[in-house]
């Protein structure tokens, strides 16, 4: 049947009709549908692994800074150890993918007595980021952090923009670069 006369069929549902419609369908029910970026959309398919790909995006980020990296693979209380200025660092890797309404990330289960440095893997609509935290951090997270009765450790929502509302303008959560992280230890 040609075109023309399936267009004039009552009903009739065309391929861009569908496209749309699969579209929206997809934004609205796939966990993956509203992440563009190429890198967010792969941690989301990870489902179960998004935790473990998150600590070996942070190892690998570690490493390309020239430490020495190596990943525990759940052996200890924290995810990563990194060689800094001649020490060896404990890091905790906490990855959260943005959702809800608010587009929050919410971290889980954070344990501030088991590392020296926490890592958050922030799985954006649109991107995927790393910040990092040392002492500083752990103070805020024990102070502003909720728990759970039945879980272990604490948990914080950040907001759309990474941050958080009671930090207001304080620098504890930085980008993960060289520098920052060295200004850390």
Known sequence: MKNEVKNNIPGFVSQRTFQKANEKHTMETRQDGKFSDPV??????????????????????????GYEVMVLFGQ??????????GE?????????????????????????????????????????????????GKRFIDTWGSTIETKPGRWINFNSFRTHCKLQGMEIFFDMTKKNVERLV
């Open 40 to 65: 967010s959309r792969e941690m989301v398919a990870a489902a179960g692994d998004k935790g473990s790909k998150g600590e070996y995006i942070v190892a690998e980020m570690f490493s390309e800074m």
């Open 76 to 85: 200890k209380s924290h995810d990563v150890k990194v060689k800094i200025k």
């Open 88 to 136: 060896w660092h404990r890091v905790e890797v906490k990855t959260s993918t943005q959702k809800g309404n608010a587009n929050n990330f919410c971290f889980a289960a954070i344990k501030t007595r088991c590392y020296d440095l926490l890592a958050t893997v922030f799985v954006g609509y649109d991107y995927t980021s790393v910040q990092i935290s040392g002492k500083e």
